[in-house]
């Protein structure tokens, strides 16, 4: 196997430049900044900011409230289905995406002469166990006359933060191991949120879709412990350790 | 080998062609390569865009010329892509901004320095340090957003410490004026250290304006809109020391002499291999480019360029520390203030830039804000870093969640 962590010209770090850096750390230790204070002062100014804020984005209203399944209107009242439609909006939104994901991942892998400890069949049927997801989650959202082709604030936040791990699976200089440890933050944050979801369902009332949805997290489980172990065991090799 | 513009004719316009895969290239190392690499992807990003910008302007007055403008404008257009997509993904948007800052020093710094107009060479100097202060701003800025040190792009080249203060560089426009060299009498250098560094410039601003709505940190977007704010303001003074009686065409045939003589320093020191081919066929492309404008000048102005242009180029911008230089004018010149078209103590600064501030100024200085207390240190200044202080009674609190 090839190694993918290689010994080279890193120039970043002070050690590269010892007589520059002791100038400049002289310098610096005599000149004052031009303000006095800390950072607290920037935690002023976003406080403030955010006392003024407004929200990022509201849920649309469930857009064919006539049409909704009686049953599940029952279900639904008293409670704040806008938070229930709010977090399926975001599944949704991140399995589609997972899906993305493991598209990069795929080809990464497949492109890659150190990729062959991870069996790209694998890969290829967890992702289309995302797309299951994202289909699951879509007739769930459509069973309580919501819209699942709207973007819900929780699916716009995740995207946010999901951006940095595109970046990396896209990135043709990361190594497989790189872009294995991007898939893992998305798979242990995906698990948590199934679990939170199937809590909430739950609580919702909604049994059959709770049900549905316990067997998605079986799938993910699946994911997160095969994607730990790669990852694990491709830095391990790397190291020329055992695992 | 020493470049003649009359007789190095480069690559045809005719021959000058990409394919996207060309202009879309592998990225300069953030960690391996030299910051003088990132330095001169940036500079010269900088000045393919300028590039474009003018042939523009050129067109909308010169109905003849329109044509031939938009022939070479493709080419700078690509240009201008292959070379900013020099710049890797890794770099955080701060990251990248430090390293225009960078530029904005260690070019500036030179070329104050191969100045033979004593005046020019000030107003190199004054713009210098101020956007010395801007790479300290952004340095504070990069550790306590991002958690980063920025030596890690500068790489022990340039100092992170404060310069003239960005909350005191903001001026009133009259202020932000410079006398203009004599087109018949300056020395060409100095035609072409105005272009570069109005070129610079003008990027720099142009990229933190684009870059501030990016971020959802209102602090670092305030930062960036200050800072932006000050970019305008050397565009103002850097495009006012060029003579405004060139012609559209001397003009034209300055703006491709420039890039020859930019592209050729980075061919003569650039450290990586793969980016010094880039900027071999540039420079072979720019020398096609020179080739059409001359022909133009000829034909349109009736005039030799040789009147415009020297036959050899000036000595290209030493890509090196100015560390010694920097420090030296920031003793002696700090305390500048602009009045006018001139530079004066701070005692004698003008009614109109401090009310302009001031009003400016009235609900803060991001500037101020983001780098309240810093001092840049190996590592950031968490090294060096105190605790947060808590109360322990209520943390003992979180052993009931478990
Ligand atoms: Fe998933
Ligand atoms: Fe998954
Ligand atoms: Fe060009
Ligand atoms: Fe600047
Ligand atoms: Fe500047
Ligand atoms: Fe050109």
């Known amino acids: 196997m090839e190694k993918t962590t290689v010994l080279g010209k890193n120039r970043t770090g002070i050690d590269m430049s010892p007589i520059d850096a002791k100038e400049m750390m002289a310098l610096a230790k005599i000149t004052p900044s031009s303000s006095t204070g800390d950072e607290q002062a920037i935690a002023e100014m976003r406080s403030q900011y955010i006392r003024e804020a407004e929200v990022i984005g509201s849920i649309p209203p469930p857009g064919t409230l006539k049409g909704m399944a009686s049953t599940a209107m029952e279900k639904l009242t008293g409670k704040n289905p806008e938070v229930f439609i709010d977090k399926l909006g975001c599944r949704l939104a991140f399995e589609r995406a997972g899906v993305r994901l493991y598209d990069a991942l795929i080809t990464k892998c497949a492109a890659s002469s150190n990729g062959s400890i991870v069996p790209i069949e694998r890969l290829r049927e967890f992702r289309n166990e995302e797309l299951e997801h994202f289909k699951l989650v879509e007739r769930a959202i459509r069973s309580i006359g919501a819209d699942p082709t709207a973007q819900t604030p929780s699916a716009d936040v995740d995207g946010m933060a999901s951006i940095g791990l595109v970046q990396v699976l896209t990135d043709p200089r990361t190594s497989v191991a790189h872009c294995l440890e991007a898939i893992l933050i998305a798979e242990l944050a995906d698990n948590d949120a199934w679990q939170l979801l199937i809590m909430l369902t739950e609580k919702m009332g909604m049994d059959d879709m709770a049900r549905d949805f316990q067997n998605a997290l079986r799938e993910e489980d699946e994911h997160l412990a095969h994607i730990r172990q790669w990852f694990k065991q491709m830095v391990m090799e790397d190291a020329a350790v055992v695992t | 080998m020493a470049l003649n513009l009359f007789e190095d004719k480069g690559c045809p316009l005719e021959k000058q062609r990409f394919t996207w895969k060309e202009l879309v290239q592998p990225p300069i190392s953030k960690l391996d390569d030299d910051a003088f690499t990132r330095v001169r992807v940036i500079l010269m990003n900088g000045i393919e865009m300028e590039a474009i910008r003018f042939s523009h302007g050129c067109a909308r007055m010169n109905k003849e010329l329109q044509l031939p403008l938009a022939q070479l404008r493709i080419v700078e257009q690509h240009q201008a892509t292959m070379v900013n997509g020099l710049i890797g993904a890794d770099h955080s ?34 713009g210098m340090l101020e956007d010395f202060d801007h790479l300290y701003r952004y340095s504070a800025m990069l550790d306590r957003l991002e958690g980063k040190d920025a030596n890690n792009i500068t790489q022990c080249y340039t100092d992170i410490v404060p310069g003239r203060p960005t909350v005191i ?32 410039e003008q990027q720099t601003q142009n990229f933190y304006l684009n870059v501030a709505p990016l971020y959802a940190d209102p602090v670092v977007r305030q930062l960036y809109v200050e800072i932006a704010s000050i970019e305008e303001q050397h565009v103002t003074q850097y495009e006012s020391i060029i003579d405004p009686h060139e012609t559209w065409l001397e003009k034209w045939l300055l703006h491709e002499a420039n890039e020859v003589y930019n592209y050729y320093g980075c061919v003569q020191q650039e450290s990586n291999p793969r980016i010094k081919a880039i900027w071999e066929r540039c420079l072979d492309y720019e020398l096609g480019h020179l080739q059409v404008a001359m022909n133009m000048f000829k034909q349109y102005e009736r005039r030799d360029p040789a009147e415009v242009l020297p036959g050899e180029l000036p000595e290209p911008i030493k890509y090196e520390s100015q560390r010694e230089f920097v420090r030296q004018v920031l003793n002696q010149e700090v305390d500048l203030r602009a009045l006018g078209t001139q530079f004066v103590d701070k005692s004698q600064e003008g009614e109109a830039s401090q009310q302009y501030r001031a009003q400016l100024n009235s609900s803060g200085s991001p500037t101020d804000t983001v780098s309240a207390g810093y001092q840049w240190w190996p590592g950031t200044e968490i090294v060096r870093g105190k605790e947060m202080a808590f109360k322990e009674e209520y943390a003992a609190d979180t052993e009931t969640i478990r």
């Open chain 2, 169 to 200: 560089e903001h001026r009133a426009p009259q202020d932000n004026l410079r006398e203009h060299y004599d087109r018949s009498r300056a020395a060409p250098i100095t035609k072409l250290n105005a272009l570069t560094i109005m070129s610079a």
């Open chain 2, 93 to 126: 948007m701060l990251e990248t901004t430090i390293g225009y800052e960078q530029v904005a020093i260690e070019v500036t710094a030179v070329v104050a320095q191969n100045e033979p107009d004593p005046y020019l060479a000030q107003v190199y100097r004054f």
